[in-house]
């Protein structure tokens, strides 16, 4: 690994969120809002598009296809890329299974923890949720701001012998 290679993967890491986020904003800030309450905890980008008194579609469509290309397809690729290693993994002996399942468990666990919390905003933003109750709406929208961040190291914690100890 070179200092260029290492130099234009940082770029590359930083520019496709920029961009995504700068034209985000283009399409968001010209729109004339018609109302001041937002029905979620927090104020999402789409929460303020939905007061828009003009037309969204652009937004609407740009935000969906973003949202898959930036959830979705890596999820899909990351799964993918885990049935291939555990393929090989219990093609080995027992011990190499154990050492497979004790490594990818807490890695899957955080990505299907990360993708159930996306999953969940993308369609609490986007569908009618007035027949759900409000508490359990609430609790479900800040489940991925709280969750995958109290998750992730204590799913990684317990994994290492020393603090599970």
């Not at 290693?85 to 299907?112: D, E, N, W, Y």
């Amino acid at each position: 690994m070179t200092s260029y290679k290492v130099a234009v993967l940082i770029s590359l890491t930083w520019l496709f969120p920029f961009l995504a986020i700068a034209v985000l904003i283009s399409l968001s800030a010209p729109l004339k809002l018609c109302g001041n309450i937002i029905d979620k905890v927090y104020c999402g980008n789409y929460s303020v598009v939905k007061l828009a008194c003009s037309d969204t579609t652009g937004n609407n469509v740009y935000e969906l296809i973003a949202a898959s290309l930036t959830v979705c397809v890596p999820v899909c690729v990351i799964l993918y890329t885990y049935m291939r290693i555990l393929k090989v993994c219990f093609s080995g002996s027992k011990q190499t299974r154990q050492k497979a399942i004790s490594t990818c468990t807490p890695h899957l666990a955080s990505i299907l923890n990360f993708s159930v919390g996306v999953s969940f905003e993308i369609l609490h933003s986007r569908f009618d949720v007035s027949s759900v109750p409000m508490k359990f709406q609430i609790l479900l929208s800040l489940y991925f701001l709280t969750c995958q961040p109290i998750f992730n190291p204590i799913m990684y914690g317990l994994n290492m012998s020393k603090i599970r100890v």
